[in-house]
Structure formats: C-alpha cells, structure tokens
DNA sequence: TATGAATGAGTTTTCATTCAT
DNA sequence: AATGAATGAAAACTCATTCAT
C-alpha cells in the first residue's frame, strides 16, 4: 500500500536540480545561438558541461537532434514570453514596447532564418518542420495581437504576419547592432523606443503614400 | 621609361574574358551566401570552378581572405547600385522601392550580421576592419539620403542610421520570407510595396506616439 | 572514501601489456629518431601501429606534443642509465667506457641538437622548455660525475660541462659512422675503446699544452 | 681579331657581380644550414632570393638537387679552408686551434650526418654518393694531416680517421652550444681553446690506460 | 632568362559518431 | 547514467613540380 507520490531510493543526481539533459540542453542553446549550427561541435558542447561527448550522444542520438531540440524548445519559450506580454490589458504600442525591450535585454539572439540556411544541409525534413512549426508559432502569437488590433481598428488593415515579421527582424538588428553605435543611444529604452516607434509609426508619418 | 613588352609568365584562362581569380571569388560570393561561411569549404570552391584547391589556395592565401574579398566586393557592388539609384530626382519613398525591389531581386542576400557572427572566430581584426568599413559604406549612402530628406523637411528629423539599418534588415527578412508564404502575395512588387509602406508609414500612421 | 570500483568507458586494448598509448609514443620515439621531426608524418606512427590518425590525436593533442613527449621520455630514460652506470664503485673510466657502450649498442641514437634544430619553428616555447631541461638532466648526471672525479683528484680540474657535452657528442659520431668505415673496426668494443681512450686521454697523451 | 676577353654586348644581369644561380645557391646554403632540408621549401629560398619558384627550378632540376649541390660546394669550400691551415708550417695542435676558430666562427654549422639522415629518402643514389665523396674529401684532409704527425711522432700513432670524425663533431657540437651557457666562458678563444685542449690532451692527461 | 598559372599528392588537424563497459 | 577508446571522413593548408609564354 504506497502512500506517497515520492520515489522510493536515492533520488537520482541533479545538481541544483537541473537534470543532465537538461543542462545540455541548455548550454547548447546558448552556444548555438553565439556561434552558429557548423561553429559548434558536440565536444564543445559537453566540455562546457563537464561532461563527455559520450553523455551528449546518451541524451541525443546526432548534433541535429541536439541542434533542434534547442531551437524548438527556445522558441516554445518565446512564444510563450511574447503570450505572456501580450495578455496583458495594455495597448498593442505598449506591449510591443515591452517585447521588444524583453528581447534585446536578453543577450540571446535568435536569428532564425540565418541558423536555417546554416543548418538546412544537416537537418532531416522532419526537424526542418519540427522548426518550421516552432516559429510558426511563435510568429503566430504576434500575428494574431496584430490582426486584433487591426479589427478592434486600433491600426489600419494590412498584412500582419508580414507586420510581425519585420518586427522581429527589426529586434534583431537592433540586437545585432555595432556596440560603437549602440552606445550612442543615451539607453536602452532610448534605442528600443526609437526601433519600436519606426516600427509603429513609420518613417514618413503621413497617411498618404506617393506611390 | 621602361616597357614590359611581353607579358611574363602563362597567360590566364581568361574563358568569356573572366579571369580565373574572378571567377573564384564570384562563386565564393554565391556558395558563402547560400550556405554560410563555416559550410563552405574550399574545396566546394575549387570543384565548382572546376579547378583544383591549390589553385584556389594559389589566388587566396586563406579561406578567411577569401570570403574577406566576397563580402568586401559585395558591398561595394551593393552600395554602388543604391548610390545609383538614390542619385536620381525621384523622391526618397519611390527610391526606397527601387532599392527593395533592386535588393529582393537579386537571388544572393547578405544578411551581414549573421554572417560576421559566424566568422568572427575565423577572421583577423584587419579583416573584421575591412569588412566593417564596407558595411558602414554600403549603410552610409542610404543613411545620408535619408538625412537629406529630413533636413528638407520631406520626412520628420529621427535617427537616419537607424532608419537605414532597419531598412537593411526589413528586406533582408524579406529575402528570407518562407517560400509558401512569399506565394500569398499577388506579386514581387506587391510584397515590395507594402515592405516598403510599412517601413515608410509604420504600422499605426499616425503621429503621436502614447508612450 | 569514494571508490571508483568499475571502471568507467571502454578498457584499452593492453595486448601484450602495453597500453595504446605506451605504443604509440614508443613506435614516434623511433621513427623520429631515425628520419628526424618534419620527415616523419601523424599517419606515418599510425600506420605503424595499426591504428588511425585519429586514435594518435587522441591521445596526443598535436604533433609537436608527440615529440615532445617522445624526446622527453627517452631523454629519461637515457638518464637512467647512465645514472645507473655511474652509481657502481668502478672507475670514471671504466663508467665511461660501459656507457659509450652502452649507447652504441642502443640503435636509438639522439642527436639532441639536430633535433632542437628541426623542431625549433613547430614547437611552443613551453615545450622547448621541457626538452631542455630533460636534456640538461641528462648531461647533470654525467656532469657530476666528472666533477667528483676532478675534485677527488682522479682526473684534472678542467670544465665537467664541457666534457659531458663533448663525451656525448663523440659517441653520437660514432653512432653516426659510415657502415663501410665502421666494418673496420674489429670489434663493437674496440670502436668504443679507440672512442673512450681519446676523450680519456686526447689525441697528444702529454700534459703540456704549447698553446 | 678579338683582342679582349671581355664578352662584347651587354652584361648579363648580374647584380653586385654575383650570378642568379650562385644567388640561389648561397641563398639555399644558408637555409639549409639553419632549418634542415625538409623545412626549407623551394619557394622560401625563392623568396629570400626575390626570386619566383619558377626561376629556381630554372637552374636547378629538382629541390634534391639544390641541396646536393648546396651541401658539395660548401663541403668543398670547407675542405679548402682546412687545407689552407693546414698547409702552413705552424705545429698541427697550433693549426687545430685556427680550423677550430674558423668553423665556429662561422655561423653556418654543418652536422653533416643530421643532414644526411633528414634527407636521405629524397636524395638519389647519385647524389648520395656525391655527398659522401665531398664528405670523405672533407675530412680527408684533415685525416691525413693528423696522420703526418702520427708518422713524424709528434703524437702517438692511433687511427687518424677516428681521430679527424671526433674533432668535427667536437666542433659541431661546440657551435650548437646552448647560448646561456657559451656565455660562461670569457670569449671565444676560451672556448675555442677548452675544446681543442679537450681534444688534444683528453681528459686525463695521463699515458697510461687503467682498462 | 624568368615568370605567372595550375596541380596532385600530401600534411596537420577536427569532428560526428560508434562501441564496449 | 556515464565514459574512455577508436574511427572515417573531411577540412584547411602546403609544396615540389610542370607548363606555356
């Protein structure tokens, strides 16, 4: 008659309750995200660990897998920071604001389409989709608060997977921004205020376009 | 005053009148675009020329002065055809078009930033030098247009750097755009355009922000 | 207490009790000796023995490292010996003779400064530092064996660095001989002894220099 | 009717009245000397010749036959010296002393038998035995004069060729003296002298032979 | 006489991956 | 769960050599 949900025996190792794959995990997806796919190898990945390259090929079967199991579950978690923000009760303006100051605090870059192309050789069509959802994903969630503003007629109709795209490339190049030009932006709200107006308000600000 | 009459040496190829290290470094320039720089190996290169390594190796002493040269050309070659374009009396906003459509057309994409994270490791500062300086001219050009359509008051005083970067970077994003996607638009020029609109008027056309 | 009871990976093959990596520095140590350091490739010690470049790199991170290793361990080695020679009760003399012998008989023959030479531009300056040392250890020994003999009145004050240098460097010429002049010589030993008598007792046999 | 010798029309190109060939020569003997045959390449001797690789091959058919020619001269030139000191009428210990200065006077250092070993694969049998003939007549000279004083009993008979073999290597091996400890001694001469008193009057400056 | 172009065969090194314990 | 041993394939780079002018 077991009364507890507790597993009997000495509780498996997990060091400050992070499990080994878990550590994997996640100093691949950083190490991905500083170098790129090709840049990485499974030893630098296990070094950084303390562990072998024996223990990484335990817990994933080929770089590949590693390699999308890390983008997959970084933008799952993302998607679900953008979510989170976007559930708020703020205007689209502001919450926009909000993700894109969350986006360039974290030193994390995700340059999806440049690890796609840098990864496209290696990858199996299954983890090619498997990604291909993920961001779909994650760009859906944006797309969606878009089109809702657009039909609550806070903004004007137009393409808003398109909208939501360009503001993620556009985090992006702030994110990648020379730091000699960085700095020239009195803070950080400063330059994520001027990204996220251009972005809002355009560069001409005027209704009519000539064209 | 002397005469070097007869050319020494073998005399190149020079097949269709392109040289043979020409010919190297515009396959280098489209193979490093496609794939990136660490899944380009030299030998890639010299197979696709139809020539050998060591004569790859015999025009370029390394593969980081390889690509090094690709890029640098390749940003000449870009800021020339958008100083071109922005020399014209059309206004700034059907310039804008021209260079975005000019950019979307052509099949090769430089997304630098991505480019430079993946090489840093392998290149030298003199190389990263170059290559920065031939970003900042390439970006310059566009920035200065931009700054002269402020000061004439055509569009509002921001920050023209800013704007051109972002511009940079929406097109590139556009480049990237997932095939299926890119076929929900009636046209090239119809993606173009409200590439070009969004960056031109942003997302709310309106003036003031409420932040 | 912890005790590591299985051990962990895969066992290394140990036939005939020597390890992979015991034979592979043993096999480098002879072939380095025998064409020198540049003549000698990664793929040349793995071919001898029976195992992949890869399995060399394993175990020895560059090829510089290799030699390193091999001229190190031998110079050990050799120190040993005539250190073993050197601590019997017989005269400096007779010492002398066993080792020239010794190292004749030995078809290993190290041409420390041959070798230096080579190696100089591949090798760090940490692993120069280690070979110097292991050679001056090597000459030490011989060296405070001439010493004592000079300051128990056996043989002459003169420099015992020098003599150790040049005892050492005669029997490499005479490892080095030609075959067709060494067949000249009755006997191994009466090669050594013609060697030993000139070091003992130089090529004038009177006390008097006219210098 | 030619009255000069002087060749009529222009001079070949011969700067500083030395020959492109003996350039590269002199140049490759150098080199050789310092770095060992296998990590001198054609074009490093090309090179420091402001020459192309091309014009080295020009004169010399392959880079074994640079080297065998290389290696002859300076043998030949070496065996003129000590031919010259030795054909004046100062007492052969007086003669060994000013070969002995010579030779360390000179940068160059010949380890004859290191560079037979190093290069030995590449050489033909030809060229092989062009060397050891150079070699031979080098220390022929040498041999012969020891063998003079052996036969007018200025020193004790012994074996003349043993005796000129042990006085190069000494030679050698007091031109590769580790620079920190040629210091030690006062100057040149010191040294000079300590090696050929070695030589000359060995290390125990006794007649009798405990062995 | 001298040279620029081109190459084949190698060299050092890296790395994803497998295997046996 | 984790690891040490071993490898095949490829990458960057080198170099002696040939060829055509």
């Not at 562990?51 to 983008?71: I, N, S």
């Not at 709200?189 to 996220?196: A, E, G, K, R, S």
Request: aromatic share 8%; with cysteine; charged share 25%.
């Amino acid at each position: 008659m077991q009364r507890t949900q507790r597993t009997l025996g000495r509780p498996r190792k997990e060091q400050d309750g992070i499990s080994t794959k878990d550590l994997i995990l996640h100093t691949a997806t950083g190490m991905f995200l500083e170098k790129g796919y090709p840049s990485v190898s499974m030893d630098d990945v296990a070094q950084k660990c303390d562990f072998t390259k024996a223990t990484v090929y335990y817990y994933y079967k080929t770089k590949a897998d590693l390699f999308t199991d890390a983008m997959v579950q970084l933008m799952i978690r993302i998607k679900q920071r953008i979510i989170d923000i976007l559930s708020t009760n703020a205007s689209l303006e502001t919450q926009l604001f909000q993700i894109a100051k969350a986006h360039i605090q974290a030193t994390v870059d995700i340059d999806i389409n440049a690890f796609m192309k840098e990864a496209k050789t290696s990858l199996s069509d299954d983890q090619l989709q498997l990604m291909k959802e993920a961001e779909d994903n994650m760009y859906g969630a944006l797309e969606q608060a878009i089109k809702k503003a657009m039909d609550k007629g806070e903004i004007p109709q137009s393409n808003p997977r398109l909208g939501a795209l360009m503001f993620v490339s556009m985090l992006t190049a702030g994110n990648n921004l020379d730091n000699a030009y960085k700095e020239t932006f009195s803070s950080l709200d400063d330059l994520v205020t001027q990204i996220v107006n251009l972005f809002w308000n355009g560069l001409a600000n005027e209704n009519q376009s000539s064209l």
